[in-house]
């Protein structure tokens, strides 16, 4: 949403920070993503509770987190109920490749190592004019959870 606030109403964004963009690289581009079994599918809101089993395994397939942050994620799940699947199939679905490029003002892509689209920041940097890459180690793709710190120090040091 922010870059395409940016791309279409450029007087509104003089900088922008991209994180946890889903970039699938192409061939020769970087490592390729692995898309976890059922990853995006429904999840069928069961009267007995089972679905919250398989909101669960879901939370849990990037990383290893504190309790805290996977029931916050967990709770995200409850809040959308049978639309919370909805956030990553339309994520996926954005024609990421050529609207990057649209993008005019100065921008940080703020990657960690251990997200799962780590490989492809790198290319989302180079196409992105006038764009920095910012890499926190041993990060993973809840960042801005699990390492808040070093995510406001990298954000903060671009602006």
């Excluded at 919370?84 to 190592?113: F, N, Q, W």
Aim: hydrophobic fraction near 40%.
């Amino acid at each position: 949403m922010a870059a395409e606030t940016q791309i279409t109403h450029p007087d509104r964004v003089s900088k922008l920070v991209l994180s946890g963009l889903g970039y699938k690289p192409e061939p020769g581009e970087g490592a390729p993503f692995e898309e976890p079994p059922n990853f995006m599918s429904p999840v069928e809101i069961k009267p007995d509770g089972s679905h919250l089993m398989e909101w669960w395994r879901r939370t849990t397939l990037w990383g290893d987190y504190t309790l805290e942050i996977l029931e916050e994620r967990m709770l995200e799940y409850i809040k959308a109920g049978p639309r919370g699947e909805e956030e990553h199939v339309t994520a996926m679905a954005y024609d990421l490749k050529s609207r990057l490029p649209l993008i005019t003002c100065p921008t940080l892509v703020l990657t960690a190592t251990y997200d799962p689209f780590f490989s492809g920041a790198a290319k989302v940097k180079d196409s992105i004019p006038n764009s920095k890459l910012a890499i926190i180690k041993n990060g993973p793709i809840y960042l801005d959870r699990a390492m808040p710190e070093k995510f406001a120090e990298a954000i903060l040091k671009f602006l």
